[in-house]
């Protein structure tokens, strides 16, 4: 009962300073070039538009549907905008803290570590930003992989492909980098230890995913074509 009492108000910390942290250096100021290019997408998709499809993106789009969700509990307005960035910052101290406590780290440690986290991670920017979201979903597949390993339960490697997926849909770096990481250390993980369970049901979980997002392009009518000339060409070009 003590230890469940502890991890409450350590989740209740976690949340109010990483919430008013990010919630602060998100209304310190703009710089005369940021264009925030989530906020206009939202805004887009708020109003029936499509990506791909309806306006030229480079970046991912789930950090646009995820801000069309604030925007309609909180208002098309900056505070909507800050606030699911500052959300954000949460859920990745939130992943860190119980990752860290997978891992029996002790209590007091996992929140420490976690506040840090929270400062540094959605704070330095303070708005939604792509980056930030695909970074942070990279490392919670990354946690996932190596909690897969670790503690041998199913439901991680189930949840791999879907993190690495949503996190590429961010954008296209670091995801691309992290995902390949993944998959050469799962190559040789199961070279060495093979388990039909696991590896089957990581392949089927990948399947359903990649069946998944070709089913979004298919309703939404996205050219494949269209996303492969903005998401990976135009965005590769840019890179160079």
Not at 16 to 28: E, P
Not at 52 to 73: A, E, M, N, R
Request: aromatic letters at 24%.
């Amino acid at each position: 009962m003590l230890k469940e009492k502890e991890i409450f108000l350590h989740l209740i910390l976690l949340f109010l300073i990483s919430f008013l942290s990010n919630q602060y250096y998100g209304f310190v100021g703009i710089n005369p070039f940021d264009s925030f290019p989530v906020y206009n997408a939202g805004f887009y998709i708020l109003n029936g538009k499509i990506p791909f499809k309806d306006y030229w993106l480079v970046h991912g789009p789930i950090i646009d549907f995820f801000q069309v969700i604030f925007f309609k509990f909180l208002g098309i307005n900056w505070l909507a905008y800050v606030t699911h960035s500052s959300v954000f910052n949460f859920l990745f101290a939130l992943a860190c803290y119980l990752t860290f406590l997978k891992f029996k780290l002790e209590r007091k440690y996992s929140l420490f570590y976690s506040l840090l986290l929270s400062l540094i991670f959605y704070p330095t920017v303070g708005t939604p930003f792509a980056d930030q979201h695909a970074s942070m979903f990279s490392v919670i597949g990354f946690f996932s992989f190596i909690l897969a390993i670790k503690t041998k339960e199913l439901k991680y490697w189930i949840f791999l492909p879907w993190l690495l997926i949503i996190s590429f849909f961010c954008k296209q770096t670091p995801s691309s980098y992290i995902g390949i990481i993944i998959l050469l250390f799962g190559i040789f993980y199961f070279t060495i230890h093979f388990n039909r369970r696991f590896f089957f049901s990581l392949v089927l979980s990948s399947i359903l995913a990649v069946l998944f997002t070709l089913g979004v392009f298919l309703l939404n009518e996205i050219s494949l074509s269209n996303f492969y000339e903005q998401y990976i060409l135009f965005a590769s070009s840019i890179g160079k």
